[in-house]
């Protein structure tokens, strides 16, 4: 059971906006340490997608963003195209494990 | 170019032992925390470990406390993951990342990895 909730799998068409939650608890997201995601496309290792909640590495486009609330976060990726067909994990860290910890991912299909 | 090469996976029976080699070019390896993450076959990620700058400081997750052991030879711009007692579930592809300064922690870089099969 990973310390970081993400649904198993989102969908949407082209075009269109989905967004991937990520809920944590007290000891992690709550608080108050940053949240990162990762995309992983099919075969590949994963790649820095969002870093420091809401921030972009150079080369990924503004179409991915990230959001934190309380214990939880969200990426949100609009203008969906087929490339981002991938699997999307968050990551944190947890104080009451010491470690940091991922989320379970979400695939994302794009129908 | 940042560049991170694995090697030393492979079969090894249950109980028995493996050394994980990560080879880093493209950047001061030396200023830089590094860490080892698996991901068993078809399943998510998992941090295992990682260790400060220096080698001075080394943090684990629970479940390889006392089995797995983390080190650097920054002379040799090189990490290492030494896996004792070697379980079944222990198997997985086993990337080495680097971590992106002032963040806790952000893996900005990693290898292609290396698998690790634990059977007999």
């Known amino acids: 059971q990973s310390a970081l909730t993400q649904p198993p799998s989102v969908s949407g068409a082209p075009g269109q906006r989905v967004t991937i939650s990520c809920a944590g608890s007290?000891?992690?997201?709550?608080?108050?340490?940053?949240v990162y995601w990762y995309q992983q496309l099919p075969g590949t290792v994963p790649k820095l997608l969002i870093y420091g909640n809401n921030n972009r590495p150079s080369g990924v486009p503004d179409r991915f963003s990230g959001s934190k609330s309380g214990t939880s976060a969200s990426l949100a990726i609009t203008g969906l195209q087929a490339e981002d067909e991938a699997n999307y994990y968050c990551q944190s860290y947890d104080s009451s494990l010491r470690a940091v910890v991922f989320g379970g991912g979400t695939k994302l299909t794009v129908l | 170019e940042v560049q991170m090469v694995e090697s030393g996976g492979g079969l090894v029976q249950p109980g028995g032992s493996l050394r994980l080699s990560c080879a880093a070019s493209?950047?001061?390896?030396?200023?830089?925390?590094m860490s080892w993450v698996r991901q068993a076959p078809g399943k998510g990620l998992e941090w295992m470990a990682n260790?400060?700058?220096?080698?001075?400081?080394?943090n684990y997750v629970d479940s390889v406390k006392g089995r797995f052991t983390i080190s650097r030879d920054n002379a040799k711009n090189s990490l290492y993951l030494r896996m004792n007692n070697l379980r079944a579930e222990d198997t997985a592809v086993y990337y080495c990342?680097?971590?992106?300064?002032?963040?806790?922690?952000?893996?900005?870089?990693w290898g292609q990895g290396t698998l690790v099969t634990v059977s007999s």
């Open positions: 990342a680097r971590e992106r300064p002032g963040q806790l922690v952000a893996l900005d870089y």
């Open positions: 007290s000891s992690n997201i709550g608080a108050g340490y940053d």
């Open positions: 493209g950047f001061t390896f030396s200023t830089y925390w």
């Open positions: 260790i400060e700058e220096d080698g001075s400081a080394k």
